[in-house]
């Protein structure tokens, strides 16, 4: 396809191919038709269903999570330190893992932004050439029907009037050149207007316009939307390095929320990306299959391709205007020296070289024109605005959905963690150890030594600050004995 050789021609990217290959699937599960076609139910169907994939693994993951949940929210069962240690590195680890997916979506938003805005700035300059053309013959149209015409008239009105000589036959000549000049006039007007009527119904500035608009809301809102990912992440890294028990939590309420956003850009990202690589398999093809009529086909097919075994559909009528132009300016060479004779005092001299002037602006507009609608200009625009939407852009939308993806599953593992970890998160005091002091006792004298601390705290002690705690045994016969003692029975005294 091209004019040129080497590597100014479309290639349909790797990419492309791979995911066109993907199976579009109807409501019932058969192959359809995987053209890129937008108007088509059928083929938005297909897309739908390939969008419902990640939507389906996200109830499916918003289920087993919920049941998980329930499961160890009446766990509070505590933990050895060395237990929640392990969880907070494997929280640490995934969430530097999950911070990298999120930057890989952030990278493939500016590539597909990158992209979408060469796309758009091609698009202007093919929109700009196609004006060019259309005001072009505009012009040629306005200079020959309009200033033209209007001195042909006036020339004869001139020759209308009766002669002081009487020279019929050389009258009759020159009436008919200049009938002649107006009907060659008439041609080349109806050339300039044949070549425009067809691109009267290409417009792209509307739809660049439009484009550019959806890009400048698509662009920061996706960077803000992984930017707050990427803070959650953050967060979570900040609580497990400074044991914070509230901000595990909120990551578990907050990272619900982020897991159902990354699979829903997901499933947004996979049927957008399928349906750009269907379109690169043949951008030309879309092009002309949105013309309204066959005349305008042929003409975007030539323009889209650049061929040079095709014509230029415009060739023939500018080759008809450009002739009948010279066969004007001729038939008026031929004519003006005989009139001036039959009219000597008429102004003929001003009037002609008036004409002539309209003539060869006329000529020299549509002498430019040949180089306007030449596909060469546009079909390098038309080259570069597919690449940068084909190879940049699908790239890009390909990184987001990917990283679209990994995120959603490594927030998933990082919920199911976080909502493991914080649960046996409590202060320094509640955590299952034992004093070095008396790290000898079994379990059951541990616990006395925490019920003589406690027992000491509340009837107070005489031990100093410094002296290690008692046993049970020990505190219970020092208090004893600092007891006042108790009046001596009967019974004792009389022994």
């Not at 700035?121 to 029907?145: C, H, M, P, S, Y």
């Not at 060479?333 to 000597?344: C, Q, T, V």
């Not at 290690?468 to 600092?482: D, F, G, K, Q, V």
Request: aromatic fraction near 6%; charged fraction near 15%; include cysteine.
């Amino acid at each position: 396809m091209g004019y040129t050789s080497g590597d100014e021609v479309y290639n349909i990217p790797t990419l492309a191919r791979l995911l066109h290959s993907l199976p579009h699937l109807n409501v019932t599960f058969h192959r359809v038709n995987n053209t890129f076609d937008y108007k088509s139910p059928v083929y938005l169907e297909s897309l739908g269903i390939l969008g419902s994939i990640p939507a389906a693994w996200l109830i499916l993951t918003l289920l087993v999570l919920l049941i998980y949940l329930l499961t160890r929210c009446c766990d509070r069962k505590p933990r050895p330190l060395k237990s929640i240690s392990a969880l907070k590195i494997t929280l640490a680890v995934v969430s530097v893992l999950c911070c990298a997916a999120i930057g890989l979506g952030l990278y493939g938003n500016d590539d597909l932004h990158n992209g979408i805005s060469q796309f758009l700035a091609e698009g202007k300059q093919v929109d700009q050439l196609f004006a060019r053309i259309r005001n072009q013959t505009d012009a040629i149209e306005r200079q020959l029907r309009v200033q033209a015409n209007s001195q042909i008239t006036q020339i004869k009105d001139i020759l209308d009037e009766p002669m002081t000589n009487a020279n019929m036959t050389a009258k009759k000549q020159v009436i008919d050149w200049i009938n002649m000049a107006s009907g060659n006039n008439t041609l080349a007007a109806n050339a300039a207007a044949d070549i425009r009527r067809p691109l009267q119904s290409i417009h792209i500035a509307e739809k660049v316009v439009k484009g550019e608009n959806i890009e400048a809301i698509r662009w920061p809102t996706t960077m803000a939307l992984l930017s707050i990912l990427l803070m959650l992440c953050v967060v979570l890294l900040v609580g497990v390095a400074r044991h914070n028990r509230c901000a595990l939590i909120a990551f578990s309420v907050c990272g619900l929320l982020a897991v159902i956003a990354a699979y829903v850009m997901a499933s947004l990202y996979i049927a957008t990306t399928v349906a750009l690589a269907d379109l690169c398999m043949a951008p030309d093809k879309f092009l002309q299959d949105q013309a309204s009529t066959e005349v305008t086909k042929e003409i975007l097919h030539y323009y889209t391709s650049c061929e040079r075994a095709r014509a230029n559909p415009f060739t023939q009528r500018q080759r008809e205007g450009k002739a009948a132009i010279q066969n004007m300016r001729t038939v008026l060479d031929y004519s003006k020296k005989p009139a001036m004779e039959l009219y000597p005092r008429k102004g003929l001299d001003h009037k002609f070289s008036s004409l002539l002037n309209q003539v060869k602006e006329g000529d020299m507009l549509m002498t430019s024109l040949i180089s306007l609608v030449d596909c060469k200009a546009l079909y390098t625009h038309y080259l570069r605005g597919a690449k940068a939407l084909c190879n940049v852009g699908l790239l890009g939308l390909s990184l987001m959905l990917a990283s679209a993806i990994l995120a959603g599953l490594l927030l998933t593992a990082l919920v199911w963690i976080d909502s493991h970890t914080w649960i046996y998160i409590r202060k320094r005091k509640d955590y299952h150890q034992v004093n070095e002091t008396e790290s000898f006792l079994p379990a059951p004298a541990a616990s006395q030594a925490i019920a003589a601390r406690t027992l000491q705290r509340s009837q107070g002690s005489s031990y100093p600050p410094d002296t290690p705690p008692p046993s049970y045994t020990s505190a219970m016969m020092h208090n004893y004995l600092l007891e006042p003692s108790a009046p001596m029975h009967e019974a004792q005294t009389l022994m």
